[in-house]
């Protein structure tokens, strides 16, 4: 007889790939899937928190420019919703500045947000000379022109 041989070596060599490789790679298939997904929500979180926060301060400079200008009323508001926009409100402080005849306008825009998330706002302080040094001026202007054209 001849020589003997081994029963594992007459068999061909193993071809395609074991149960092993095959989870082995799905699960790096997965976690690199659910990696991309969480840079993908992070972004998009990011974004919306900068929309937000350029809409807050476009809305904080619109709202003080109106009271400056004499559109609203020049007095404290506390939580004013926005006529056009249904999650964003405003509040306006009046105080006094430490200078004599300066006002400090301090605003603050904020955005309710959905359940408490992206809970926006935005602060603006700005000086302003106090409106009545304007009047009482005026009114003294007047008087002296009254007062002078009667004599």
């Excluded at 991309?36 to 992070?42: E, K, S, Y």
């Excluded at 400079?61 to 919703?81: D, F, I, K, T, W």
């Excluded at 005849?101 to 998330?117: I, M, P, W, Y």
């Excluded at 302080?125 to 009545?132: G, I, K, S, V, Y």
Aim: some cysteine; glycine content about 8%.
């Amino acid at each position: 007889m001849g020589m003997k041989q081994n029963r594992f070596q007459l068999e061909q060599p193993r071809r395609g790939i074991s149960l092993f490789e095959v989870v082995l790679a799905l699960a790096i298939f997965i976690g690199a899937l659910t990696a991309i997904a969480q840079v993908l929500r992070t972004g998009s979180r990011a974004a919306i928190r900068a929309q937000l926060e350029s809409e807050a301060i476009l809305l904080c400079e619109r709202r003080m420019n109106e009271v400056v200008s004499g559109v609203l009323p020049l007095e404290s508001v506390s939580q004013a919703p926005f006529d056009e926009k249904a999650n964003w409100t405003w509040s306006l402080n009046l105080a006094d500045s430490g200078v004599v005849n300066l006002l400090k306008l301090e605003l603050t825009v904020e955005h309710a947000g959905d359940n408490g998330t992206n809970k926006i706002a935005y602060h603006l302080t700005r000086l302003l000379r106090d409106p009545q040094v304007y009047v009482d001026a005026a009114q003294a202007t007047a008087t002296a022109t009254t007062a002078g054209g009667g004599n």
